[in-house]
């Protein structure tokens, strides 16, 4: 039997595809990207206190991701990695301040004074076939260099988030978004479930998803700003959201529409995502991979053979426990959206949003993206030269440059 999912097949659905199970960890990110989630400890006390970073190697280094397990208010053990800006040694006119402060009436506390930080913290949701790695390489230190906090964790069923049912092969959308609802509460220093990261207590933060991610955030928004959000606990005040983007993100309607179009488009193509995705080619063979996520050959985006070979180890952690398609075709974001323009019913309540598409995604194409950016209230999205993978590859950096315009702004 042949489960439909917004009127495709499931056999082409290219984006709600399985994730895997990793021992838990907690160690720092490595410093060379070659070595990625290489060392795994075991689940256990012993690791109660990771073992100290390597030392620097250049002035970026400083800004390195480190990776750990903590267990969300949801009650999933998540993969969480953090990159977040080192405090700068204090000048003697900020000495100066924090003594006159002392004998102010108006005392802060140093928690609260973080949170006031101008530059927000920004949030990053991965999709299928990637964990959190994904936005490590480049984009987490980047950002962190120019004084962004960045957190991001991965989904149930990924390399270092263990499903909650034991052994469970699906999950339902509604666990993803639970987990990504509590994932961003904890941020707070304040709330009762924090993470303990040192944001402050009502940090700023900007919420970023790729892919499936992009979906993921689409139905937490749906929960948090929708008509039927009539559950106190789930108020849109307990987590200050600056703004959203998606990029390259699985439209609202699912993949059907743009399955069919992929097929009358070529043959070829269809099968290379089928083979890709359900067949799970993508992890053992080299050129589909390529044309799925990082665009053609070495030269055209500078993932070399051994990069490729490396990041399909990482599909393979990332694709045991697989999205409940059953479930989710009964939930899709479109099904809410106005027949006539697209557009979700809760845009006027959210905050700034961007949309982002790239001009060699083989996964999601133009009408896909378009149709993300008309459900957000957005008459046209951005357009990076860069294949589906906008992390990773020689022009990480386009994507990363709409990030920076679009947080520069708010």
Partial sequence: MIMMIGGAPSFLLLFMLPI???SAFEVPYPQTSAQIRSSIVASDASFATPPPPPPPQNKNDENQPITRQILLGSGTMAEVITCIPP???ASPDMLENIFSSLFCTDNTSSSSSSSKNNKPTLAFLHGSFHASWCWAENYMPYFASLGYPCVAFSLQGTGGTPVMEMGAKKVKIASHVADLNAFLKGLSDDDTASLGL???DDPKIVLIGHSFGGLTIMKWLERMYGDKNDDNSNSPKDINLAGV???CSVPPSGNGAMTMRFIRRSLVDAWKITAG???KKAITDKAICRDLFFGGTEDDNGISDEDVERYQSYFQRDTVATIDLGDLAKKLPSALADVETGRAPFVDRLPPVFVVGA????IVDREGVD????YMGLEEPLIVD??????LGRRWNNGADAILEFIGAL
């Fill in 245 to 247: 983007g998606l990029m």
């Fill in 386 to 391: 860069s294949p589906h993978d906008v992390m």
């Fill in 371 to 374: 149709e993300t950016a008309r």
């Fill in 277 to 279: 995705f359900v067949m």
């Fill in 198 to 200: 040192g944001l402050g």
């Fill in 359 to 362: 001009t060699e995604d083989f």
């Fill in 20 to 22: 895997t199970v990793l």
């Fill in 87 to 89: 405090k700068k040694t």
